[in-house]
């Protein structure tokens, strides 16, 4: 089994699905209570359905699954068998799924009737995709699967990013990049065997197949996941399941706070991980009890995690997210304060796009992540936000994250988003989101004057909306907010 203290030795998937088998719990769902066993017969099923399909080593094979024993089995059975995993967003529409199914070069399609409201039987046929299979209504049986002989150079998935602000790219990521970043930012979190480890995001997004169900794998942990994301049934499963790790971005855990029945669970939840701000952070261990959480950075090209902090550091640095890259990856800072990242996690590229691909880095080899941060000077990661969300008002970039982290400073906001509109004058001023936490009711202009009273005056928002949510507007099933769509809906409201 893997230990934070061992070196880390290229393998593949099924090493460690077969060295971990054995009578403890790997899996829990709503509907399934997996022994490590249990998943890797569960996955050796799935391997020998797929090889009599005529699926082999380097096809590829989408899967529009939910969060489940499903997902799990198809993914670790198309890994033994030397298979690409294609993961397909649940909230994408005909014309996206056919899209990723072309682009990847999928050569089959296991998928659900219906998910979400969505149903993707009639998408399925208005696509036209020949070689698809509704797991919800068909047995797929097959003989015993036949070993084939996989390297951990091997491609393990072709991740499509979440398009928060471009069309998605398909990222090419091996068994040893995900499997080696499991292992270690495993270490850095501190996860062990006997950690009961709930998933909040996706398994369609690295966050969810990387550093929650590879993690758990690498360590021998037991992950307990939902079909999706809801704040009340995630509260519950963690006080059932007796959970001690959680991971997610600042949103989920302010959706996890700002729930009604917060208050009332009994939660036992040591640590894990978040990609939060400071403010975010700093409730996450007050009023969750998460004293050993780590801050966490990263990015799919990078299969994900770049930075992340050891459970053992001070706590003011885990809060502030300043984190240390893993071991043997580096950071550097460009002139443009943009955030490159070098060294073996990094993506073999994006799927039949070479132009795309070449874009991604600089000439040199260096990954540009189109995010903004500096290095402190013992090389930890400061981030700072989205290069392409710098807005400049009156000649002064603002970073959206650095008002957002204002405004989540107000007693009575639970989220907050900020993006940059046009404007005569200044040539682009602040356009501010934000969700109230449960029980409170104030005026958008008090808002206003809070962040006035804290903020330089090109750093406040010219406009600030209160909203109920951003399902309406935009986000991403991964729990991130969709800029694009919140400026389209900004300029509709702004009438330009």
Known sequence: ??????????????????????????????????????LLEKARQRAGALQALGLGKGDRVA???????????????????????????????????DYCLKKSGARALF??????????????????????????RSVLAGDTMKSVAVDPQDLLLIQFTSGTTAYPKGVMLTHDSMLRNAWAAGARVGIRAEDRYFNCRPFFHVGGSTLS?????VYGACLATLPTFEAGAALAMLERERCTLISGNDTIFQMLMGHEDFPRRRLRLRGGWAASGPQTMRAIIDRMGMTQVCAAYGLSEASPNVVMSDWREPEALRVEGLALPLPGVELRISDEKEIQVRGWGLMKGYVDDPEATAKAFTP???????DLGELTADGRLRMSGRLKDVFRVGGENVAPAEVEEVLLSHPAVETAQVIGVPDARLGEV?????????????????????????????????????????????MTASGKVQKAKLREYALRELGH
């Open 430 to 474: 602040g356009y501010a989101f934000v969700t109230l936490k449960s029980g409170f009711s104030v005026p958008e202009e008090e808002i206003l004057s809070f962040a006035k009273a804290k903020s330089a005056n090109f750093r406040v928002p010219r406009y600030l909306r209160i909203v109920a949510d951003f399902e309406s507007i935009g």
């Open 63 to 97: 899967l529009l699954l939910p969060n489940g024993e499903d997902w799990l089995a198809f993914f670790y059975g198309a890994a033994l068998i030397g298979a690409v995993t294609v993961p397909v967003n649940t909230r994408f529409k005909a014309a996206e799924i």
């Open 364 to 370: 040199d080899g260096w990954l540009k992540t189109g």
């Open 1 to 38: 089994m893997a230990s934070a203290g061992a070196q880390w030795r290229p393998r593949v998937l099924g090493d460690f699905l077969q060295e971990q088998a054995s009578g403890r719990d790997a899996l829990v769902t709503p509907t399934a209570r997996l022994s490590y066993a249990g």
């Open 111 to 136: 998928y659900v009737g219906s998910f979400l409201k969505n149903d993707y039987a009639a998408m399925v046929r208005e696509i036209g995709f020949g070689n698809a299979f509704d797991v919800s």
């Open 213 to 217: 169900a590879l993690m758990s794998l």
